[in-house]
């Protein structure tokens, strides 16, 4: 049975900061990997998607890297921002269904 | 852009009451998803659904049962609530085209209390 795992649980940081946030997956065997950016009371909205056959993909300041072998994902946000503030979920894809790690929740103070 | 809205931000209900969450996408979807949210256990697969009249459970689906009669929509059925299925439900769909297998989109949730 899949197993995802996010740590840390929380984060703080100084603005501007550049950071890593880590994921890894018991089950190599997987379709995609997805991150998502949730904020406090609110939906899910999806940053990125990397297939099985990629190793990263990249929007604006995120980066998100991908290691099946290793069970591993990163995501990468630079020059962090006040705005960037949130919980950030990893999920890893199979035949249409997602399983979630916990979250790290991301403090970018001023 | 991928639209998915929720019936309700906030519900309050009482032990026993039937309870419905409809969840409404704009995209064609094929597939839609019933998860819920509570903390210290992340999110969790309720039901799901790959077609119309079509319906598959999750890793949770007691107490619960789902309808989709439209393609576009997804409903969540509380049979008879219950207070440990106080929780953030949260609705997603996708598509199954190839190149997009598995992107899941959001709503906004719903959150919901029974007392």
């Known amino acids: 049975k899949q197993e995802v795992t996010q740590i840390p649980a929380a984060l703080s940081v100084p603005e501007g900061e550049n950071l890593v946030l880590n994921c890894s997956f018991t089950d190599s065997a997987i379709y995609n990997l997805q991150w998502f950016r949730q904020d406090p009371g609110k939906g899910l909205t999806s940053l990125l998607l990397i297939q099985s056959s990629q190793r990263e993909q990249t929007s604006g300041r995120l980066n998100a890297s991908l290691d099946k072998s290793s069970g591993r994902s990163t995501l990468y946000i630079a020059a962090s921002q006040p705005g960037d503030s949130a919980t950030y979920l990893c999920?890893?894809?199979?035949?249409?269904?997602?399983?979630f790690g916990q979250g790290t929740t991301l403090q970018v103070k001023p | 852009d991928v639209k998915v809205t929720q019936s309700s931000r906030y519900l309050v209900k009482r032990t026993g009451e039937k309870v419905f969450l409809e969840c409404v996408q704009d995209?064609?979807?094929?597939?839609m998803f019933w998860y819920r949210q509570d903390p210290g256990l992340g999110l969790r697969l309720i039901y799901f659904?790959?077609?119309?009249?079509?319906?598959e459970k999750g890793d949770i689906p007691e107490g619960y049962s789902v309808s989709r009669e439209k393609k576009e929509r997804f409903s969540l059925i509380l049979e008879s609530a219950s207070t440990n299925q106080t929780s953030m439900y949260l609705c997603?769909?996708?598509?199954?085209?190839?190149?997009?297998?598995?992107?899941?989109?959001f709503g906004p949730g719903t959150r919901l209390t029974v007392t």
């Open positions: 995209m064609d979807h094929e597939n």
């Open positions: 999920a890893c894809g199979n035949t249409g269904k997602l399983i």
């Open positions: 997603a769909s996708s598509s199954q085209d190839r190149g997009n297998w598995d992107e899941q989109y």
């Open positions: 659904s790959y077609d119309v009249k079509m319906k």
